[in-house]
């Protein structure tokens, strides 16, 4: 986890600090509403993210609506055109698809208690 992040039951905060107003403040990643939580000391930010979750979850529960951001399963990337190669004759190497050599390589280097599976 980054220095600017924190964690509860698979939801990511992100953490910022203003100056002008001497607290930290930041939002729930990776879902499709503005959940926002803020405290004047570290003990405080953790306890308003961890009750802003568990203020979300409720909510959509009660809306009958996924918390997490929902995902297609496809997604575009830009990488050097040496790298993109590499990956390409890799993958034909092994006799196996870019798109299997990509997922494998991800799937290697995900966060396993977080991997979901469809």
Do not use: W
Request: glycine share 6%.
């Amino acid at each position: 986890m980054t220095q600017n992040m924190l964690e509860y039951k698979e939801f990511i905060g992100s953490v910022q600090y203003s100056d002008t107003d001497e607290c930290f403040y930041g939002r729930i990643e990776g879902i499709n509403d503005l959940v926002t939580f803020e405290g004047q000391s570290v003990k405080e930010l953790k306890k308003s993210f961890r009750e802003a979750v568990e203020d979300y979850i409720s909510l959509c529960k009660e809306a009958g609506k996924e918390p997490y951001k929902s995902v297609k399963g496809s997604f575009n990337i830009r990488i050097e055109a040496g790298l993109h190669y590499s990956a390409i004759y890799t993958a034909l190497k092994r006799g196996i698809s870019l798109n299997q050599f990509v997922a494998d390589a991800i799937r290697k280097n995900v966060d396993k208690k977080t991997a979901k599976t469809a």
